[in-house]
């Protein structure tokens, strides 16, 4: 297990606006720290925002909970849609890795921003 979260996809938010679901997430592309918006299926939105209210650790009210992809998941064998995949939680200097369910379509997402070199690929997902 990693000591850091260097190098990994934060998972700042879920969306719900006009009907239409988003995730917001943050990552350092080329060297720039950028927020991505991107469309997201409803039931993911639902596991997103489970994820997101999780507080494993005691001090729930002192310093925010922080949310990292690991890049490490697998398929879950009930349902060819989902997969489990790991999320590093953090608060302060505590963190763990924990496993969650969410669609192969969003880790799919999460590794093709992982692959992006140039911010100019993903300029109408970039949130200013």
């Not at 939105?45 to 922080?66: C, S």
Request: hydrophobic share 40%; proline share 2%; with cysteine.
């Amino acid at each position: 297990m990693r000591d850091t979260h260097d190098g990994m996809i934060e998972i700042l938010d879920a969306n719900l606006n006009e009907g239409v679901y988003s995730s917001l997430v943050e990552c350092i592309i080329n060297g720039e720290l950028l927020k991505l918006n991107f469309l997201i299926i409803a039931s993911d939105y639902q596991r997103l925002k489970k994820i997101l209210q999780f507080r494993p650790f005691e001090n729930t009210g002192i310093a925010p909970y922080r949310y990292f992809f690991t890049f490490r998941y697998r398929k879950d064998i009930d349902n060819k849609d989902l997969a489990f995949f790991n999320i590093r939680v953090e608060q302060l200097d505590k963190h763990k890795q924990f496993e969650f369910s969410i669609s192969q379509k969003y880790i799919a997402n999460l590794l093709w921003i992982n692959t992006i070199h140039d911010k100019k690929q993903i300029e109408n997902i970039i949130q200013k």
